[in-house]
Nanobody
Framework: QVQLVESGGGLVQAGGSLRLSCAAS????????IGWYRQAPGKQRELVAL???????NYADSVKGRFTISRDNAKNALYLEMNGLKPEDTAVYYC?????????WGQGTQVTVSS
C-alpha cells in the first residue's frame, strides 16, 4: 500500500506563485511518479505536467513557461512550481503515481487564484 499526499495549495492573487508538493509514504518500493493533474469545478480532470523515469518533462500548453515539475526520489516527493498564476489555474491539483499495473492518486490540494 502506498499513500500520496498533496500539499502547498492556497489562495493567491493573479501573478503570484505557489509550490505544490506530493509526498509518498507507506510501501514506496518501485513507485514511479507520473505527474500532476488538475480538475476545476464542472470540468474534466486534465493533465498539467508529466515527468518520465529519465527526468524528461512535458507540459500542457496552457502552463508552458509558467509551471515546472520536478522530483526528489530520495525524499519520495514530487513538486510543481507554479509561477505567474492566472484565475484559470484555479482547480484541485492531484499527483499521480504508478506501481506495476496500479495507478495511485493523492487526495488533491486546492489552488485558488483571484483576479
Amino acid at each position: 500500500q502506498v499513500q500520496l499526499v498533496e500539499s502547498g495549495g492556497g489562495l493567491v492573487q493573479a501573478g503570484g506563485s505557489l509550490r505544490l508538493s506530493c509526498a509518498a509514504s507507506g510501501n514506496t518500493r518501485s513507485i514511479d511518479f507520473i505527474g500532476w493533474y488538475r480538475q476545476a469545478p464542472g470540468k474534466q480532470r486534465e493533465l498539467v505536467a508529466l515527468i518520465s523515469d529519465g527526468g524528461s518533462t512535458n507540459y500542457a500548453d496552457s502552463v508552458k513557461g509558467r509551471f515546472t515539475i520536478s522530483r526528489d526520489n530520495a525524499k519520495n516527493a514530487l513538486y510543481l512550481e507554479m509561477n505567474g498564476l492566472k484565475p484559470e489555474d484555479t482547480a484541485v491539483y492531484y499527483c499521480q503515481g504508478r506501481r506495476a499495473s496500479s495507478v495511485y492518486w493523492g487526495q488533491g490540494t486546492q489552488v485558488t487564484v483571484s483576479s
